[in-house]
């Protein structure tokens, strides 16, 4: 019922270790693998959120401080310094959905970005001045369309780590969000 650690969790906190810095959220935290990686090996207090219950409680068992949460919903603007995520990305189609909690935790809807969308539209509100999101990608989500939607929330990004497999690349993206106080 609770996503295991797997190649995409270790790209992850790859890149998160290497950048993370101050107040760091993990959503979808799963088992709180991640979060206990960057919490363990950088010293920061890190919160986990994950919608599956049974996962908040397999990541507070690891010591992660987690809460049930859909995406970014209960946390305050300006709350975190860095912003990791591992969203479920695989492409679904809706007909051979099953509605538990695996599949949640994998499936990213038909185009393996229904996630995605609406946590880069609303990450900005929580990150503090200064922030990064750490965010990965699947080449099955449309590499391209993930950029887009990236840059149309006013964020750059850049490759922090990356893996390719034999059926897709994967890549954390480092998103900043965009000064245009001189434009």
Same mark, same amino acid.
């Given at each position: 019922?609770v996503?295991?650690?797997?190649?995409?969790?270790?790209?992850?906190?790859?890149?998160?270790?290497?950048?993370?810095h101050?107040r760091?959220l993990e959503?979808?935290?799963g088992?709180? /693998?991640?979060?206990?990686?960057i919490?363990?090996?950088?010293?920061?207090h890190?919160?986990g959120?994950d919608?599956?219950?049974?996962?908040?409680?397999?990541?507070r068992?690891r010591g992660v401080?987690?809460?049930?949460?859909?995406?970014?919903?209960?946390?305050r603007?300006?709350?975190?310094?860095?912003?990791?995520f591992?969203p479920?990305?695989?492409?679904?189609?809706p007909d051979?959905e /099953?509605d538990? /909690?695996?599949?949640r935790?994998?499936s990213?809807?038909?185009?393996g970005?229904a996630?995605?969308?609406?946590f880069?539209?609303?990450?900005?509100?929580?990150?503090?001045?200064?922030?990064?999101?750490?965010?990965l990608?699947?080449?099955?989500?449309?590499?391209?369309a993930?950029?887009?939607?990236v840059?149309a929330?006013?964020?750059?990004h850049?490759?922090?780590?990356?893996?390719?497999?034999?059926?897709?690349t994967?890549?954390?993206?480092?998103l900043?969000p965009?000064?245009?106080?001189d434009?």
């Amino acid at each position: 019922m609770v996503y295991r650690p797997a190649e995409d969790s270790g790209l992850l906190a790859e890149a998160a270790v290497a950048g993370a810095h101050g107040r760091v959220l993990e959503v979808g935290t799963g088992s709180g /693998w991640v979060a206990e990686q960057i919490a363990t090996e950088r010293g920061l207090h890190v919160v986990g959120s994950d919608r599956n219950p049974h996962a908040a409680r397999e990541a507070r068992d690891r010591g992660v401080e987690a809460v049930v949460a859909d995406l970014l919903e209960p946390f305050r603007a300006d709350a975190f310094d860095t912003v990791c995520f591992n969203p479920p990305y695989l492409p679904t189609d809706p007909d051979n959905e /099953w509605d538990d /909690w695996m599949e949640r935790a994998l499936s990213g809807g038909e185009s393996g970005r229904a996630v995605i969308e609406p946590f880069v539209a609303d990450v900005g509100r929580v990150l503090a001045p200064g922030g990064v999101v750490f965010l990965l990608v699947s080449s099955l989500t449309e590499y391209e369309a993930v950029l887009e939607l990236v840059e149309a929330a006013g964020f750059s990004h850049t490759v922090a780590s990356e893996a390719s497999f034999p059926f897709e690349t994967l890549t954390v993206l480092r998103l900043e969000p965009v000064d245009n106080s001189d434009a």
